[in-house]
């Protein structure tokens, strides 16, 4: 009651601003959760290479500089609003890399120069058939000029200096545009040469005097980094192949769907098989450096870094086959695996570490014997293969073949196999008992140890396709058969990687020589 007579007053709580409220705070812990995130994502991305941060920054100071001449009042006076080309070189030409940019610079500098000879000549002919003929002529000439340069930007040996036909283009056109419109095309093209070359003047200064990123540098870190990774990769297959994860049959659908995203050792290898265009870029930019830090000599062999790439990637596809069959469907089982496990454990250590050293000798730039390594590797590899020979007969079901009379390679052989082997000494009614006990064990055990074809194998463990347990073991054998063969793909992919890594010490010997590396003895 508010004193008046019939009248009555109802306070109700302000509800829907408390609510807006409390929406405006969960968005408010949103939109800063989100950009803490994203403040985060950008600091590991700086971090994981610094040179990004100087590269920005320096392409900054550049483009202040040069923006300086307008700014001012004096060189503005001198230059007019021409002194805009020297703020489009600069963004133009200004690259990552010392090489990079004098590249880029090259094209830019032969491009405008060119551009603006034939630009006067075509001008100063246009202006001698009169006013009528002057527009047709010129346009006319652009047409063929920007036919013809787009044609022989697209020419195999041409491509890398298809930057420069675009500059020819672009930088004509306007040229003969504006002198047709402004009357004196000599002094336009000259005032705009002059311009481009402060810019690019500039941009180089800048790039090799304030903390310069060389493609030289880049292109032998990369290519060092290569090395460890393929070692690191092939070590890693070998061991997930020697060890027993439990699983009943391996998610071969679902690696395949997923791209292998969570394994390291296939990161590691496609990072080395997708570095060829960088290889190529960095080598093809180290060619425009001047000597520096390390590489003190005229003519160095960046070409060579090339090469070495290609056979390093070629040894790499030997490690992702071995992933691939780390994968496979069909799986050995992992008793008849570590039957074999010193040897293949002892030729991956000895390949791995051969790729180590080939790595060290090119980072730390020096030459040395590798006959020793090489001969520590070779001798591991025999002993596998002898040892894949002596014991040929655990890598087939059959019972026709008497095993030879030696001792086990390895005391933690199941006792499947064992008893396979007792089996081919009994009389052949008693071999058919123990033979069809064998299968009939062996027939329960399939699906653990064998998931292709997984169709046919539910249909053996539930007695369906009308099939009985005589017509089923022929096909058990070949199962069993096809299974153990994997133990020999893998081991014949082991031995054409160290076979590959033959060529890559050649490789890496030839690189020594052209380089000049410091010949040491090991």
């Not at 202006?127 to 195999?156: C, D, H, N, Q, Y």
């Not at 003969?176 to 004196?184: A, D, E, F, K, Q």
């Not at 690019?200 to 290519?223: F, R, S, Y």
Request: glycine share 4%; with cysteine; net charge neutral.
């Amino acid at each position: 009651m508010n004193g008046k007579k019939g009248s009555v007053e109802i306070n109700i709580p302000p509800i829907a601003k408390a609510k807006q409220s409390k929406t405006t705070k969960k968005c408010e812990e949103k939109i800063g959760a989100s950009f803490k995130s994203s403040i985060l994502n950008v600091w590991e991305f700086c971090k994981e290479d610094t040179n990004r941060v100087i590269f920005s920054l320096k392409v900054g100071l550049a483009v202040l500089l040069v923006s300086l001449l307008i700014l001012c009042q004096s060189p503005y006076r001198v230059f007019g609003t021409n002194i805009i080309w020297s703020i489009l070189t600069v963004a133009i030409m200004f690259e990552y890399t010392v090489g990079a940019t004098f590249n880029r610079g090259f094209n830019r500098a032969l491009g405008s120069l060119l551009a603006g000879i034939i630009a006067i000549s075509i001008a100063e002919l246009a202006l001698k058939t009169g006013r009528i003929a002057e527009p047709i002529i010129i346009g006319f000439s652009i047409f063929l000029v920007g036919a013809i340069t787009s044609f022989m930007k697209l020419w195999p040996s041409l491509v890398p200096y298809e930057y420069g036909f675009r500059v020819i283009l672009f930088t004509y056109c306007l040229i003969i545009v504006s002198g047709y419109r402004m009357g004196n095309p000599i002094r336009t093209a000259m005032d705009r040469l002059y311009s481009i070359a402060i810019g690019a003047i500039v941009a180089v200064v800048v790039n090799v005097l304030i903390c310069p990123i060389w493609a030289g540098e880049q292109l032998h870190k990369e290519l060092v980094n290569n090395f460890s990774s393929v070692a690191d990769a092939l070590e890693e297959c070998v061991g997930k192949y020697l060890v027993d994860d439990g699983s009943e049959h391996s998610e071969f659908t679902k690696t395949v769907m997923d791209d292998f995203p969570e394994e390291p050792a296939y990161r590691k290898c496609r990072s080395t098989l997708n570095s060829s265009a960088k290889l190529e870029s960095l080598a093809n930019s180290a060619k425009w450096e001047p000597p520096h830090g390390r590489f003190q000599h005229f003519f160095y062999p960046w070409t060579e870094y090339v090469k070495v790439g290609a056979v390093l990637r070629y040894c790499t596809y030997e490690v992702m086959a071995l992933h691939g069959v780390l994968h496979s469907e069909i799986q050995a089982p992992y008793n008849l695996r570590i039957a074999f496990r010193n040897e293949i454990r002892e030729v991956s250590t000895d390949a791995a570490e051969a790729i180590r050293r080939l790595g060290k000798d090119i980072r730390n730039m020096r030459r040395t014997l590798k006959i020793s390594v090489l001969k520590k590797v070779h001798t591991s590899t025999e002993k596998l293969q002898r040892a894949m020979d002596m014991y040929s007969y655990l890598l087939t079901s059959s019972t026709n073949h008497e095993p030879p009379h030696t001792r086990p390679l390895s005391h933690a052989l199941s006792s499947d196999l064992d008893k396979k082997l007792l089996e081919q000494n009994h009389d052949p009614p008693l071999l058919l008992q123990e033979e069809y006990s064998y299968h009939e064990t062996m027939r329960k055990q399939s699906k653990r140890l064998y998931s292709w074809p997984s169709r046919e194998v539910d249909a053996f463990e539930e007695g369906g396709l009308g099939f009985s347990s005589t017509d089923c073991m022929p096909r058990m054998k070949t199962l069993e058969t096809t299974a153990t063969l994997s133990v020999a793909t893998f081991t014949s992919l082991l031995v054409e990687f160290v076979a590959r890594l033959d060529h890559l010490v050649e490789a890496v010997d030839e690189l020594s020589k052209m380089a000049k590396f410091k010949q040491e003895d090991v």
